[in-house]
């Protein structure tokens, strides 16, 4: 993310790490999807506030929704609210309940489902994509079906940095 959240990121640009990558337009979208794959594992940003990484097996690792940081730990996902001072940052956690997982999991779901219907109606189109030859509908086309159908659809607890 963007070194002070106002700040916009050039994703195409920066994420080196995910390869291919691209940016789409979609009429429904307020602002440009982009998408790339660390090896097998997804990632799809809905502008800079709607951002889903998943496990080449589809399942969700990480999102950043409405301001907060959600990381997965297996079987529930860990909520991290970001508190900043002038002296430090500070992440206070807490666990989604049963409630709030489904909620979660529903409307991520349905976020991604459109791109599902952008594929589906052809007005999914990549801006920029790299590498530029990359067959995209081929690649959300197979990625998409695993992520719905994942289960479970939370990939393993993953470590806090040291």
């Known amino acids: 993310m963007a070194q002070h959240e106002s700040e916009r990121e050039d994703l195409i ?7 291919p990558r691209a940016e789409f337009l979609l009429p429904s979208l307020q602002e440009p999807l982009t998408v790339g794959f660390r090896e097998t594992a997804p990632s799809f940003f809905f502008g800079q ?8 097996a589809g399942r969700l690792r990480r999102a950043f929704v409405a301001g907060f940081l ?7 996902l860990a909520r991290l609210e970001r508190i900043r001072t002038e002296t430090q940052t500070v992440l206070l956690r807490s ?11 529903s409307n991520m779901l349905e976020t991604l489902r459109i791109i599902q219907s952008g594929l589906t109606d052809g ?11 990359t ?5 959300l086309s197979t990625i998409l079906p ?6 479970p659809w939370l990939s393993d607890t993953i470590s806090a940095r040291r």
């Open 13 to 19: 640009r920066e994420a080196t790490a995910l390869l």
């Open 49 to 56: 506030n709607q951002v889903y990484h998943f496990d080449g």
């Open 70 to 76: 959600y990381r997965s730990q297996h079987s529930g």
């Open 95 to 105: 666990d989604l309940d049963s409630e709030q997982l489904l909620t979660f999991r």
């Open 123 to 133: 007005s999914l189109k990549a801006s920029r994509s790299i590498p530029p030859d």
């Open 135 to 139: 067959d995209w509908i081929t690649q």
């Open 146 to 151: 695993i992520i719905f159908s994942a289960d």
